[in-house]
């Protein structure tokens, strides 16, 4: 399979973010992930080979998997007589779901302290205006898991946010939905990725409103917004190995990356290494085989 970084299909762009590029398709919207790699919220100039097929696969599962647990924004393909000639390539990577409102809000969860929240608790022992107990280690469980939402920034790095600044964006009663929401469905998915030898470490989700409901959409428990350690190479005190960008991220934490645009060049190693992560994370979540 070609990587894909561009698509350019015979519909009216709605938008492009940093890894999926968003159609009109009739009243609904054609999402389509390409294999753009985004870290520190900066995109990188080379693509990740099958990234957007497995992004693709995996929310499909999850929604599927989670379906009775809350509703979500997917609707069945039926492409129109217009991409009749879409390429397998691009097909395994799209999904056409309804158009809802986006909510001004990530709404983040974590089970482990970890990335971002392990930073702040270094320095404040709080993450997003929890208090944590003192003395945690890196990569250790939290007594619970805990919602710890941030900014959408169109532009450079989102932002951790409290409560009463996620109110202020979303209003107190969606705030608390959106809330119990991504911790019931946190759990869901924690239980189903432990029973296949995985912990599900942290994770964001998307929520829209659609028809005057609030709707998981986006994509959901992907390697891409989520940090996935396998069982057995779990401790803590490190940044454990795992089926995700972390991968990534530790490699550029090691070269000293300022984190800002433009983004270096990637060894080949590490991309392939990575392409790898995310087929493996896909298949033992899935327990479905990865077609290549």
Request: one cysteine or more.
């Amino acid at each position: 399979m070609q990587t894909i970084t561009k698509t350019d299909l015979p519909l009216k762009l709605f938008s492009s973010g940093k890894v999926r590029d968003t159609y009109e398709l009739d009243d609904n919207l054609l999402m389509v992930a390409t294999d753009r790699l985004s870290a520190f919220d900066v995109v990188f100039p080379m693509g990740i080979p099958y990234k957007g097929a497995v992004l693709t696969e995996l929310s499909l599962f999850w929604f599927e998997h989670l379906k009775n647990v809350t509703k979500n924004h997917l609707l069945p393909l039926k492409l129109p007589p217009a991409l009749s000639a879409l390429p397998l390539s691009l097909e395994r990577r799209a999904m056409r779901v309804v158009k809802a409102k986006p909510l001004p809000i990530e709404c983040v969860v974590r089970g482990y302290i970890a990335g971002s929240g392990w930073k702040d608790y270094q320095k404040t022992g709080h993450v997003c205006g929890h208090s944590l107990p003192a003395g945690l280690k890196q990569a250790a469980q939290l007594p619970q898991p805990i919602f710890t939402p941030s900014t959408k920034a169109t532009s450079g790095h989102d932002e951790n946010i409290n409560k009463e600044q996620g109110v202020k964006l979303v209003g107190k009663d969606v705030y608390e939905e959106v809330e119990e929401k991504t911790i019931r469905i946190y759990e869901a998915g924690s239980r189903h990725a432990k029973s296949k030898g995985i912990i599900l470490a942290d994770t964001k989700f998307e929520f829209g409103v659609y028809e005057d409901e609030i709707i998981l959409i986006d994509e959901v428990l992907t390697p891409d917004s989520s940090r996935y350690w396998p069982i057995d190479s779990y401790a803590e005190g490190i940044s454990p190995p795992s089926f995700d960008k972390q991968f990534v991220r530790d490699y550029l934490e090691g070269i000293k990356w300022n984190k800002a645009p433009p983004a270096p060049m990637l060894p080949k190693e590490i991309i392939d290494k990575t392409s790898e992560k995310y087929i493996e994370g896909y298949e033992k979540i899935s327990g479905r085989k990865f077609a290549r």
